[in-house]
């Protein structure tokens, strides 16, 4: 890459402390980053894929729906129709003539065979240059099936992941309004934004119940189509991955009144005050109770383990680089919690008030990000001599390749990390990777050597 296209960058990265602060976001991607965001496809699949018992319909080529099968790894407690990847595997032919018929053929076919309770069907990129309509074939099937078939506008080419998850609200807005309300408690939410990775709503659930609150739907994680349509009956959403779901949150807010607030199940001040703040709303002190005393529970087990991580962890230090935003904040609180230091934060998909929000939560010194790439996030692992690097998928080879300790925190884990319980299997995880062994047997990459300040241009290694 020229050094042109890092200029273009600067203004998206920020050190803490050494000049206001001011960081642009939301801009499109460089082009050919491996780690740049995804397109509006990718995000409305990652939002809608964990609703249980909807057929799933990508209409494009078949490439796009193999690259996001089974992509959150969602688990479910009844169906699994979401875990099938169906495509219409659109041709030259098709391309040429058009796909109409065909997505009209393969909704009957899928509806026939699998009864699900709704179809979503994806546009993609081609689809929206050869100008198939969606809305009318998805209209034409649910008055010959009975049952909602959801066109979601996500074509590709439209922007990044971010209008991915605006598709995917308004596709499952239709859906919200059109189910039995009655016998709905006063003390009744939604949770949205989560995915059920490793069985974290079922745990979620369960501290609501214990409080007393009834949970009307799950958007998206273990989803029902049924109560999705029902959730407009609810006293309060919830919202934690504000990015995925806060478009459909405030739809809801805008229609029926619904309030909402935004929480985090990460670590152990965000997991305490997520109940505190429920209880709250309802201004219940019996349930403001109940939620205190779970808190105290769940710290009795938890605090003992922590103590021990943190004595051989204090003084390491922390690099931290996620999809959303909100993972980041609570990340460096469970860092502090053992004794590590976060010298780097970034976010995929963060906003303005996002990272206004990290710089005042960081230490000074901090580097804060916004859509990095490889070469920038292996330059900062190695000027800040990082001893662990939380990411996804694609960060993962940048640790290994440098000799540093890797925790996943993405949506293809299958270690649970929200909760009490999952603020003991992150600290446990990390102990494991960063006092590992393996590491003596590892040479650490010299921080800014020859080879990577000739290829780092100056408004990088510079700042």
């Not at 494009?60 to 690259?67: H, K, L, M, T």
């Not at 709303?281 to 529970?297: G, N, S, T, W």
């Not at 001599?385 to 080879?397: A, H, L, S, T």
């Not at 299958?414 to 909760?419: P, V």
Request: charged content about 25%; overall charge neutral; hydrophobic content about 40%.
């Amino acid at each position: 890459m020229t050094t042109r296209i890092y200029q273009e960058r600067q203004g998206q990265i920020h050190r803490k402390g050494k000049k206001p602060f001011a960081l642009e976001c939301d801009k499109e991607s460089l082009a050919g980053a491996v780690s740049q965001r995804a397109c509006v496809f990718c995000g409305s699949r990652v939002v809608l894929y964990p609703i249980a018992d909807a057929v799933h319909l990508v209409h494009g080529p078949i490439g796009c729906a193999v690259y996001t099968w089974d992509i959150r790894g969602a688990l479910s407690s009844g169906p699994e129709l979401h875990r099938l990847s169906f495509s219409t595997d659109l041709q030259e032919k098709d391309v040429i003539f058009g796909g109409e018929k065909k997505l009209h053929a393969a909704l009957i076919e899928l509806i026939d065979r699998y009864q699900p309770k709704a179809a979503f069907v994806y546009s993609t990129c081609i689809v929206g240059i050869i100008g198939d309509d969606l809305e009318a074939v998805c209209k034409t099937v649910a008055a010959e099936t009975g049952i909602p078939v959801l066109p979601v506008q996500s074509e590709g080419f439209k922007g990044n992941k971010r209008a991915g998850y605006e598709a995917a609200c308004n596709a499952m807005f239709r859906l919200v309004g059109t189910g039995d309300i009655s016998n709905i408690s006063r003390h009744s939410i939604n949770i949205l934004g989560d995915f059920n990775l490793a069985g974290e709503i079922w745990l979620i659930r369960e501290y609501f119940n214990r409080m007393g609150v009834e949970v009307v739907a799950n958007i998206t994680g273990d989803g029902r189509v049924d109560d999705i349509k029902r959730c407009h009956g609810a006293a309060l959403n919830v919202v934690q991955c504000s990015g995925a779901t806060m478009t459909l949150a405030n739809l809801i807010k805008e229609k029926y009144g619904t309030p909402v607030i935004r929480v985090s199940y990460f670590g152990i001040e965000d997991m305490a005050e997520s109940l505190y703040a429920v209880a709250n709303h309802f201004k219940d002190p019996e349930m403001l109770a109940k939620a205190k005393e779970i808190v105290r529970q769940e710290l009795e087990i938890l605090l003992p383990t922590l103590k021990k991580y943190r004595a051989a962890l204090t003084g390491k230090k922390a690099a931290i680089y996620v999809g959303g935003a909100f993972k980041a904040f609570s990340l460096v609180k469970a860092f502090r919690h053992l004794g590590m230091q976060v010298v780097m934060v970034g976010s995929q998909t963060g906003t303005k008030e996002d990272y206004q929000e990290l710089q005042e939560i960081t230490d000074e010194g901090t580097i804060i990000v916004d859509d990095s790439n490889p070469l920038e996030l292996s330059s900062f692992l190695q000027e800040k001599e990082v001893d662990i690097f939380v990411g996804g998928v694609k960060e993962r080879p940048i640790a290994y390749k440098l000799g540093i300790a890797f925790c996943d925190h993405n949506h293809e884990r299958k270690e649970m990390l929200a909760g009490f319980t999952g603020m003991m299997n992150f600290a446990k995880e990390v102990y494991g990777s960063v006092m590992s062994p393996v590491w003596k047997l590892v040479p650490r990459k010299q921080p800014q050597s020859t080879q990577l300040r000739a290829s780092v241009p100056a408004c990088i290694a510079g700042l």
